[in-house]
C-alpha cells in the first residue's frame, strides 16, 4: 500500500539557522498537503500543492512539490522559536484515504 | 464556530473495558476520520468515513469499529480495550478528498 516517509524524524536547530524537512511517497500523487502539530496541539493545515514542480511561499516557509510528483520538501528560513513543532506532510491514498507521513519534529533552540 | 469537537479531552481505561470516543463536526462535511498519535509514528489511519452510512478501514483498524448515522457525528468505539491503544486519538473532517482537512483538540486515552 501507499507509504509516505518523512526525513528527519527529529531536527534540533539554533534560531536563525535554516531547516528542511523531505516527504517521500512510494507512488505518484495527486496532490500533497503540509501540516503543523505545535507541543501540545493537534495538527494545522498550512498548503496544498497540486503542481508538478510547484513552488510555494508563506513567508519565511517554502513549499515545493517535485518534478516527478513523489516527493515534497519544506524549507523555513531563518528559524524563530515560533516555528517548534511537528511538521506532517499528507496524501490521498486510492481514492478516499487520507494518510500522513512520520512527520519532523523541530526544536529551535534559542 | 465549533469546527471539529471531540469528547472526552482524556481517559483512563482498564484492560478490557470498553467506551466511545465522540466527533462532531458543524461544516456539514462529508469526510471524516479518526487517526491515533503515538511516539516516532505519526499519524496513523484507523477508520474513515466518505458520507452518512459509509465508513471503511484505514491502516490500524484491528480493536476498532466506527459508524455514521449522521454527517455530523462519527463515534469510535473501543471494544476491548488493551495497552497497546494508549495513545492520543484524533479527529478530523474534510469537505471533499481534494480539500485541508480541519481537527479536533484530541483524546488523550490510556490504557492500564
Known amino acids: 500500500g501507499q507509504q509516505v516517509m518523512q526525513i528527519p524524524q527529529y531536527q534540533h536547530v539554533q534560531e536563525g539557522e535554516d531547516f528542511t524537512t523531505y516527504c517521500n511517497s512510494s507512488?505518484?500523487?495527486?496532490?500533497i498537503q503540509w501540516y503543523k502539530q505545535r507541543p501540545g496541539g493537534h495538527p494545522v493545515f498550512l498548503i496544498q500543492?497540486?503542481?508538478?514542480?510547484e513552488v510555494k511561499k508563506q513567508k519565511r516557509l517554502t513549499f515545493q512539490f517535485g518534478e516527478a510528483k513523489k516527493n515534497s520538501s519544506l524549507h523555513i528560513t531563518a528559524t524563530q522559536t515560533t516555528d517548534v513543532g511537528t511538521y506532517f506532510c499528507?496524501?490521498?491514498?486510492?481514492?478516499?484515504?487520507?494518510?500522513f507521513g512520520t512527520g519532523t519534529r523541530l526544536k529551535v533552540l534559542a | 464556530n465549533a469546527g471539529v469537537t471531540q469528547t472526552p479531552k482524556f481517559q483512563v481505561l482498564k484492560t478490557g473495558q470498553s467506551m466511545t470516543l465522540q466527533c462532531a463536526q458543524d461544516m456539514n462535511h462529508e469526510y471524516m476520520s479518526w487517526y491515533r498519535q503515538d511516539p516516532g509514528m505519526g499519524l496513523r489511519l484507523i477508520h474513515y468515513?466518505?458520507?452518512?452510512?459509509?465508513?471503511d478501514q484505514g491502516e490500524v483498524p484491528n480493536g476498532y469499529n466506527v459508524s455514521r448515522s449522521t454527517t455530523e457525528d462519527f463515534p469510535l468505539r473501543l471494544l476491548s480495550a488493551a495497552p497497546s491503544q494508549t495513545s492520543v486519538y484524533f479527529c478530523?473532517?474534510?469537505?471533499?478528498?481534494?480539500?485541508?482537512?480541519?481537527f479536533g483538540q484530541g483524546t488523550r486515552l490510556t490504557v492500564v
Open positions: 468515513s466518505v458520507g452518512a452510512g459509509i465508513t
Open positions: 499528507a496524501v490521498t491514498s486510492g481514492t478516499y484515504k487520507y494518510i
Open positions: 478530523a473532517s474534510r469537505k471533499d478528498q481534494n480539500t485541508e482537512a480541519f
Open positions: 500543492l497540486v503542481k508538478s514542480g
Open positions: 507512488t505518484t500523487l495527486s496532490n
